[in-house]
């Protein structure tokens, strides 16, 4: 193979310098002393502390935490179901119809999925009562219906990708498809599903616009407050929030990557 | 067709495996479109929800297309629709500008450099959507990182006006949006037979040439599917523009959202709703659908 020229390697270069300087700057104004974003005032903890200190984070937060689990249990449970019946049901009735209710969310601009659950919620609300308060609810359910999509994406083609003789070899000798199912092919796509959970949970953690809409006053998860303050401006204690949780994901992502990798090494 | 997916749902639980997201799907994605579409044909009123009602007090139709003929003749909302797809076209070019040498780069290195360089173009795309354009915001500001630098070196002498202008949503659609293009594009570049281009070359192509002839035509797939990731989203985008923009700088997301909450204006919120998706979702997902059938044809 033919190593990359001094041209792509500029363009890796400025690629990767253009998506990390961002990063790398609020993590060095975290530690900025001064008030005033902007200007440095000597090097401080202190905005850390205050994060701590602040209950309207650690509840927003704590909100964040209890709809992305929720979100991303639904989210694996319906997707790996509609992933299975897109990569091995065969054809079914109405399946066109089913494809692409399960795309399309992840096509659909949020704003107007947001504003469409929204209508819904307050339709239901005057036919039924229920939901008589939104907030984690809601944003439970709208996240569920945005990010099944990517799980049944993921479950879909670890199953294309896969070879169907263990199943039909386990049919052959007598077990019944809902064995078959538990056994063979549950196991078998478990890292799939493992993916597909974690990348429900991070994008329910990330929505801003979809949990804007549907939520109700006092509902708010951690990116609708941190909108609320940055809607104002750069704020130092942004910067230390933003660096505590890019250090979480990023401890995250790469112990996932490693293990990643060694479960490639012995699969090998 | 083989043993496994011959099986015409006939187990009890495959049927419920499929009507369970099924179920789900219709009521909160399908029935929210039917809702969006009927209030939409509805005026407004001070009441609580604040439109009209589909059937009236005495069983009359109530209907009317008021909102889409006035989003139709008010030059207002035409200017920000066009000022919306354009942008979110030429942010789609830039990030294929920018992410096609990057995928490639990615995609012609040593297989343990690869998975290095995959990890640190996904690594961002994991962390917050908002933090990311908030990190923008203290580079681009008047006061901020970019312009004490060009101050401090005398490259310029005042500070450039970065911050809320069309340039500085560019850079965050851009931004955001990038990682969106490169995967696509990466996950079809592997896959391409390198020696192709070497033949092409060693048969006395230009490098223009092969790239043309040989690597732009089996990127295609990738190339359309990263533009749609970007597209897409980027012409409804309400966050970047929002923190990053000027209040002058219309976009057809904001407008939306500022209608229904700033204005309380269901109906006209809806219809914008109604228009945006007539203009960009459906004729792109319908030319999707028949280019992947074409792709199946050759297949």
Redesign the interface.
């Known amino acids: 193979m033919k190593a990359n020229s001094r041209f792509i390697i500029s363009m890796l270069s400025f690629g990767y310098a253009f998506l990390y300087i961002p990063l790398i700057s609020v993590v060095i104004y975290s530690f900025n002393d001064s008030r005033l974003a902007t200007v440095w005032g000597g090097f401080s903890t202190r905005w850390y502390g205050e994060l701590l200190r602040n209950e309207q984070v650690t509840s927003a937060l704590f909100l964040s935490l209890k709809v992305g689990i929720s979100a991303a249990t639904l989210a694996t449970l319906f997707g790996t179901m509609a992933g299975m019946a897109l990569a091995r049901f065969g054809r079914f009735r109405s399946r066109n119809l089913f494809t692409g209710l399960v795309m399309s969310p992840m096509v659909m601009p949020e704003v107007i999925t947001g504003l469409a659950l929204l209508l819904l919620f307050v339709s239901l609300q005057q036919l039924t009562g229920w939901p008589g308060q939104r907030g984690f609810g809601t944003i439970t359910i709208a996240h569920t219906t945005f990010s099944m999509a990517y799980v049944a994406i993921i479950v879909q083609s670890r199953l294309a990708a896969m070879d169907e003789s263990l199943e039909e070899a386990a049919m052959d000798l007598g077990g019944r498809p809902f064995r078959v199912m538990i056994d063979i092919t549950l196991p078998l796509i478990a890292p799939a599903m493992l993916a597909g959970w974690l990348l429900a949970f991070t994008l329910s953690l990330d929505d801003l616009v979809l949990a804007s809409f549907v939520s109700g006053p006092g509902g708010s998860t951690l990116p609708m407050l941190i909108f609320s303050k940055v809607k104002l401006g750069v704020t130092p204690d942004i910067n230390a929030l933003a660096t505590v949780i890019m250090l979480f994901v990023s401890v995250g992502v790469v112990v996932a990557w490693r293990i990643g990798l060694r479960m490639q090494r012995t699969n090998d | ?9 006939n ?1 009890t ?2 049927r419920f ?2 009507a ?3 179920i ?3 009521v ?6 039917v ?2 579409l009927k ?1 939409s044909v509805a005026d407004p009123v001070l009441a609580l ?1 604040p439109v009209t009602p589909l059937i009236g007090d005495s069983g009359q139709l109530q209907m009317t297309a008021d909102n889409y003929v006035f989003l139709l003749t008010d030059k207002l909302y035409a200017i920000t629709y066009l000022r919306s797809l354009m942008m979110a076209a030429l942010a789609t070019l830039l990030c294929l500008a ?2 096609f ?2 995928a ?3 995609a ?2 040593k297989p343990s450099t690869r ?1 290095v ?1 995959l ?6 795309f ?7 354009v ?6 681009l ?1 008047n ?3 970019i312009n ?1 630098f060009l101050v401090w070196t005398g490259i310029t002498s005042q500070p450039l006006q970065m911050m809320y202008t069309d340039f500085a949503i560019y850079v965050g659609l851009v ?1 955001s949006y ?1 990682p969106f293009m490169i995967l696509p594009l990466y996950a079809t570049l592997e896959r391409m037979d ?1 020696n192709l281009v ?1 033949a092409a070359q060693d048969l006395g192509a230009r490098p223009s040439e092969a790239f043309w002839n040989i690597t732009w035509p089996l990127a295609r797939p990738g190339v359309i599917a990263g533009c ?2 970007v597209f ?2 980027a ?5 970047i523009p ?2 990053l923009g000027g209040p002058e700088s219309l976009l057809i ?1 904001r407008v ?2 500022d209608e ?1 909450f700033a204005n309380r204006d ?1 109906p006209l ?2 219809a914008v ?1 109604v228009v ?2 007539f203009l ?2 459906i004729p ?2 319908i030319l999707q659908r028949n280019q992947a059938r074409d792709a199946e044809q050759l297949a």
């Open positions: 067709m083989n043993g496994v997916s011959n099986n015409r749902l187990e639980w495959q495996a499929v369970l997201p099924y789900w799907l219709l909160f994605f399908l029935a929210p479109f809702i969006i209030i929800p920018i992410g040498p990057i490639y780069g990615i012609r290195s998975s360089l990890l640190l173009i996904i690594l961002p994991w962390i917050s959507f908002l933090l990311r908030y990190a923008w915001m203290g580079l500001n006061y901020g990182v004490n931004y990038l390198l070497e749609l990731l897409i989203p012409t409804g985008e309400y966050v929002y923190l997301g939306l959202f229904f269901w919120a809806s709703a945006l998706l960009v979702v792109i997902v």
